[in-house]
């Protein structure tokens, strides 16, 4: 069974850093592009960030462009968010996504992507 595991959530104030992990088990994806999606109360699933295969092309949602930073061990099928400079719009629940074949490009939609975390919250307070 394929599974996406984050961890690393928590409560920071407005400032701090966290660093987001995503371990996949069942299967590996060091060929896949992997993402970060985030989901506040009563808003739409939202792109944070994407890595493909090996880590050579990455995008940012604007709003996170200078204080995330996606990076991915293909050894450890673990994919990572490092956040700093945290706001309290940083807010959410944060979720892992992997594409199930095996490609060197990347998306930003929610939909291109097979597989998904159970999320794990981030709360920055102000």
């Known amino acids: 069974q394929v599974q996406l595991v984050e961890s690393g959530g928590g409560l920071v104030q407005t400032g701090g850093s966290l660093r987001l992990s995503c371990a996949a088990t069942?299967?590996?994806?060091?060929?896949?592009?992997m993402g970060w999606f985030r989901q506040a109360p009563g808003k739409e699933r939202e792109f944070v960030a994407v890595s493909n295969w090996n880590g050579g092309s990455t995008s940012y949602a604007d709003s996170v462009k200078g204080r995330f930073t996606i990076s991915r061990d293909n050894a450890k099928n673990t994919v990572y968010l490092q956040m700093n400079s945290l706001k309290p719009a940083d807010t959410a629940v944060y979720y892992c996504?992997?594409?199930?074949?095996?490609?060197?490009?990347?998306?930003?939609?929610?939909?291109?992507?097979?597989?998904w975390g159970q999320g794990t919250q981030v709360t920055v307070s102000s």
């Open positions: 996504a992997a594409r199930s074949i095996g490609s060197r490009v990347i998306s930003t939609t929610t939909r291109w992507y097979d597989y």
């Open positions: 069942g299967r590996t994806f060091s060929s896949n592009t």
